[in-house]
């Protein structure tokens, strides 16, 4: 069963650092990769999508990922207080079809 | 264009009660999905459908959990005999040909606290 584990579990940046989030999984054979955002009493909004290894980038997000590592991660450029919210990794493997299995999450206080 | 609908946004319930949640998806999504998401944790999959079929429900637990999606487009989830571990928030998500190739759209959910 695939096992999807975020660090850390919090982080506090300042306005205009860069952030980075972490994302391990244990299904080397994943093919489908999300990162979502989830502000406080709020659904789920997807922040960028990877398929393949290496980088894709969706404004001030980039994912990179790295299968061999069973890695990805999420680099926000210039974070802004409105990105404070909970981070979650989406990984979909190939021994359940159609099913995301996500981590816990990763909260994110950015500060003015 | 309308995302996706959900309601009610809050229940409070004693333990034994039952409970209703509903759920519109984006016009013209094939697939649904329900999850449970309990505080601090990544939401976990219940049950999807595709159309009006169940897809996959191995991780509903069928014993007081039912889910349905009749003609294909609103669905409810319902809880029966509701216990204090089924607090959590119930996401439900919309997507046009599944999680392996279409983006799942998901609506704010219904936070439920049984007491």
């Known amino acids: 069963q695939q096992k999807v584990q975020q660090s850390p579990e919090s982080l506090t940046v300042s306005e205009g650092a860069m952030a980075s989030l972490n994302c391990t999984f244990s299904?080397?054979?994943?093919?489908?990769f999300r990162w979502y955002r989830q502000h406080s009493a709020k659904g789920l909004e997807v922040l960028v999508s990877i398929f393949s290894d290496g980088e894709k980038e969706e404004g001030r997000f980039t994912a990179h990922l790295n299968r061999a590592n069973l890695h990805v991660s999420l680099h926000i450029r210039e974070p802004q207080p409105s990105d404070s919210a909970v981070y979650l990794c989406?990984?979909?493997?190939?021994?359940?079809?159609?099913?995301?299995?996500f981590g816990r999450g990763t909260r994110l206080q950015v500060y003015a | 264009e309308a995302g996706v609908t959900q309601s009610p946004r809050y229940a409070v319930l004693q333990e034994g009660q039952a409970v209703s949640f509903w759920c519109d998806p984006i016009s013209g999504h094939d697939t649904l999905y329900w999850y449970q998401q309990p505080r601090d944790q990544g939401p976990q999959l219940l049950v999807y459908?595709?159309?009006?079929?169940?897809?996959?429900n191995s991780q509903l637990p069928s014993d007081r959990f039912s889910a349905v999606r009749p003609k294909g487009t609103n669905s409810t989830l319902k809880i029966q005999s509701a216990k204090q571990g089924d607090t959590a928030t119930y996401l439900c998500?919309?997507?046009?040909?599944?999680?392996?190739?279409?983006?799942?759209?998901f609506g704010e959910g219904s936070k439920l606290t049984v007491l």
């Open positions: 998500a919309s997507s046009f040909g599944g999680a392996n190739t279409g983006q799942l759209y």
């Open positions: 459908f595709r159309d009006e079929a169940v897809i996959d």
């Open positions: 299904d080397g054979t994943s093919n489908n």
């Open positions: 989406a990984v979909r493997g190939t021994q359940v079809v159609g099913q995301l299995t």
